[in-house]
């Protein structure tokens, strides 16, 4: 089975920190993305990567960037965080060329104080 | 690009009752319909997809939809509920640049 494993479970933060979610798949998947999920509101997009060091934003990408060095890696940054980022951040991958949907992770639930 | 919309957002059932929840997505060329289930404390599962052929279409756990493409739906049906099908339900459907996901729609079912 496809894994994406999120590095953090749960995660406090002080307003203005700068705060790095890590992503990691094993399936040698070109796609990944980076969605946030708030109550009435379900799953947005805030950036996706279809290669290494390729970067696309997303519905709401302001107070976001990303990182992709390696194909098994995605990385979204808080470059200062702030309240309204509290939020659960879902990491997601997929192979655009065999196309099934996407394999989430389990999420990083994120408090910004 | 495709957007979808679910109108239930929170549904409660009795044990053995039956469930439908609606999805309608707007017209845009080819279609693939995806619904995914977040049970409590778990990560996003594929709980079906369509693509083409058979609108009728089978997931796990018992669950099925219908795509009805005269009424641009894609309904989440399943004859008798059981408790442990409490979840958030969500459809999507593939927008510009990824899946684009409706709001939601959590299901509590009571014992």
């Known amino acids: 089975d496809v894994k994406v494993t999120q590095s953090s479970r749960y995660l406090v933060k002080r307003t203005g920190e700068k705060v790095f979610l890590e992503c990691v798949q094993d399936?040698?998947?070109?796609?990944m993305f980076w969605y946030r999920q708030d109550p009435g509101l379900g799953l947005r997009l805030i950036y996706f990567s279809y290669d290494v060091k390729m970067k696309e934003k997303g519905d709401i990408p302001e107070g976001y960037s990303v990182s992709r060095e390696k194909k098994e890696r995605f990385s979204l940054i808080l470059e200062s965080a702030s309240t309204n980022q509290t939020s659960m951040y879902l990491c997601?991958?997929?192979?655009?060329?065999?196309?099934?949907?996407?394999?989430f992770g389990s999420g990083t639930r994120l408090t910004v104080v | 690009a495709q957007s979808v919309s679910q109108h239930n957002h929170h549904v409660i059932l009795s044990e053995a009752a039956s469930l439908e929840l609606g999805c309608n997505y707007s017209y845009g060329g080819t279609v693939n319909l995806f619904w995914y289930v977040q049970y409590p404390g778990q990560h996003l599962q594929l709980l079906l997809k369509y693509f083409s052929g058979d609108p009728l279409v089978k997931g796990i756990k018992g669950f099925e939809a219908e795509f009805i493409k005269s009424k641009f739906s894609f309904n989440l049906r399943k004859p008798s509920v059981q408790w442990s099908d409490t979840a958030e339900y969500f459809c999507a459907v593939p927008g510009r640049r990824a899946l684009t996901f409706g709001s939601g729609t959590r299901l509590q079912v009571q014992p």
């Open positions: 399936m040698d998947h070109e796609n």
């Open positions: 997601a991958s997929s192979n655009p060329r065999v196309f099934h949907g996407y394999t």
